[in-house]
């Protein structure tokens, strides 16, 4: 059974701690994104990867951090210095090469900072 | 980058009336347009998508058109359920390539639709 996992569905830290959000696909896709969705503010694009080994910045990286070891997996870390990290994360995945760029999303993890 | 915008923020609707959600791009070098459906407390998930070769595009009661002049495109759903109520979203490829993987995302529009 294919897809995207993120796990957990909801996280509890205090503030000042650094948390990690797991997102793992078997789809065999090139690329992962992760997003941040705020009410009203849509989905907003912390940081994407293309390959193994390689990532972007997206418009609102400040005070995030991943790595891209493996194919299948794309974890993001949010470090104390995002000012105001408690929102609903989104991970997502597609196939780059086919030129229908669509983007397979998980089912999200609520962080919630104290 | 590309800008998207859609309008409305919020759509209200009796059940088995049409709903259309609006969204506009700023690159015409973009040429792959998705629109997103999402539940409450769910990831989004792709509902129809239409490329800048064609003008329209149906999935039963979902249509999608796209005047590349004017640079927008829409969402239609016709004869509306209470389970079409979601948020959707648009979204447009990246102008330097859609092999680059990357979409701008519309603010999304909340949809409710009333029994």
């Known amino acids: 059974d294919g897809g995207i996992t993120q796990s957990p569905k909801y996280l509890f830290r205090k503030e000042g701690q650094n948390v990690t959000l797991s997102c793992e696909q078997n789809?065999?896709?090139?690329?992962m994104y992760w997003y941040r969705q705020d009410p009203g503010q849509g989905l907003r694009l912390i940081y994407y990867?293309?390959?193994?080994?390689?990532?972007q910045k997206g418009d609102i990286a400040e005070g995030y951090s991943v790595s891209r070891e493996k194919k299948e997996s794309f974890p993001l870390t949010v470090t104390s210095a995002q000012k105001n990290p408690t929102a609903f994360y989104l991970c997502?995945?597609?196939?780059?090469?086919?030129?229908?760029?669509?983007?397979?999303f998980g089912p999200g993890t609520r962080l919630t900072v104290l | 980058g590309e800008n998207v915008e859609q309008h409305p923020s919020t759509l209200s609707v009796q059940e088995g009336d049409s709903a259309v959600i609006k969204c506009t791009y700023s690159?015409?070098?973009?040429?792959?347009f998705p629109w997103y459906k999402q539940e409450l407390g769910k990831g989004p998930q792709l509902i129809i998508d239409?490329?800048?070769?064609?003008g329209e595009k149906k999935d039963q009661r979902i249509a999608v058109t796209l005047n590349k002049t004017a640079k927008h495109f829409s969402l239609h759903i016709t004869e509306t359920q209470p389970e079409d109520s979601a948020v959707y979203f648009c979204a447009a490829s990246d102008p330097r390539g859609s092999t680059l993987g990357r979409l701008y995302f519309g603010r999304g529009t909340q949809l409710t639709v009333w029994p």
């Open positions: 239409i490329r800048s070769n064609v």
């Open positions: 990867s293309q390959i193994v080994n390689d990532f």
């Open positions: 789809l065999n896709h090139d690329a």
């Open positions: 690159d015409s070098a973009s040429n792959y």
């Open positions: 997502a995945s597609s196939i780059v090469t086919s030129g229908r760029p669509e983007q397979f």
